[in-house]
């Protein structure tokens, strides 16, 4: 069914006006001038085709049709009220909803949710492992992305764009080299293709070959002792991309998070 239009801001008028009976105190309320609570009392007279105040020595009255329906107007505000305070909560609440790659997560990602949740114990999580889910379809409030850049979205640089190769402590791999989505190497001189950089790191570590992958994975490793540089860091054109549309990424729980994990 077809909603009708409804002229919302001439009933917030006709509403303050008729708790005045008073177009001056109403105008007072509203921080407008009487002749402009005049102007909205009229074109909603005309839009509703009844008259809704009547002049009497006494002042302002309101008419059987206007006293009809004065009720249902104030419980519609009501309502609008509640609705307003219910988005506002959502936006306001402790529930983030996050896309990341795994590895990510596992390396870097996780240590640091954590960590927000230690000072804020009534945060709640939940996580999507894909980096490309759609934003609207999951619901998302942020999501993690190796590219080169935030794309339409709104976004920050987590780390550096660098990469660095690494193998096994101790190992001599020589060319053997591990191949995952997003490597720029080409796949097919790989001694083994792997679907993401963990599982490079992982195929490093257990002496499989060289792995090409992101600094900022690449660390918790090296901390670790899994793995050891096996050249120096260098730029390349991806990184990872804390990313957002422009409504979430305004939100004051999603700012929160933002400067946490950028440590802002």
């Not at 083994?192 to 002496?207: H, I, K, R």
Request: glycine content about 8%.
């Amino acid at each position: 069914m077809k909603r009708t239009h409804l002229p919302l801001n001439a009933l917030r008028v006709f509403d303050a006006a008729a708790r005045h009976l008073s177009f001056t105190r109403a105008a007072d309320e509203l921080a407008v001038t009487p002749a402009a609570v005049g102007q909205q009392i009229r074109a909603l007279e005309d839009v509703l085709g009844v008259v809704l105040f009547r002049r009497t020595s006494k002042g302002l009255e309101l008419t059987d049709e206007a006293s009809a329906g004065l009720d249902a107007l104030r419980e519609g505000f009501i309502y609008f009220e509640e609705s307003v305070r219910a988005m506002q909560a959502g936006q306001a609440s402790h529930r983030y909803s996050i896309a990341a790659p795994r590895d990510f997560f596992a390396a870097w990602l996780g240590e640091r949710l954590a960590s927000y949740r230690k000072s804020n114990p009534e945060t709640r999580f939940a996580l999507a492992d894909s980096e490309s889910t759609d934003f609207t379809e999951a619901n998302l409030d942020l999501a993690v992305r190796w590219a080169e850049g935030p794309g339409e979205l709104e976004g920050v640089m987590l780390g550096t764009s660098e990469r660095i190769r690494v193998k096994a402590p101790g190992s001599d791999a020589g060319n053997a080299h591990i191949h995952w989505q997003g490597d720029g190497d080409a796949g097919e001189e790989a001694a083994l293709t792997v679907p993401d950089a963990g599982q490079a790191l992982a195929a490093a570590a257990a002496g499989l070959g060289v792995a090409n992958v992101p600094l900022l994975l690449a660390q918790s490793w090296f901390a670790s002792g899994s793995v050891e540089p096996a050249g120096y860091p260098e730029t390349c054109r991806h990184a990872y991309w804390l990313v957002a549309p422009m409504p979430q990424w305004r939100q004051k729980k999603v700012r929160a998070l933002v400067a946490h994990l950028t440590g802002g």
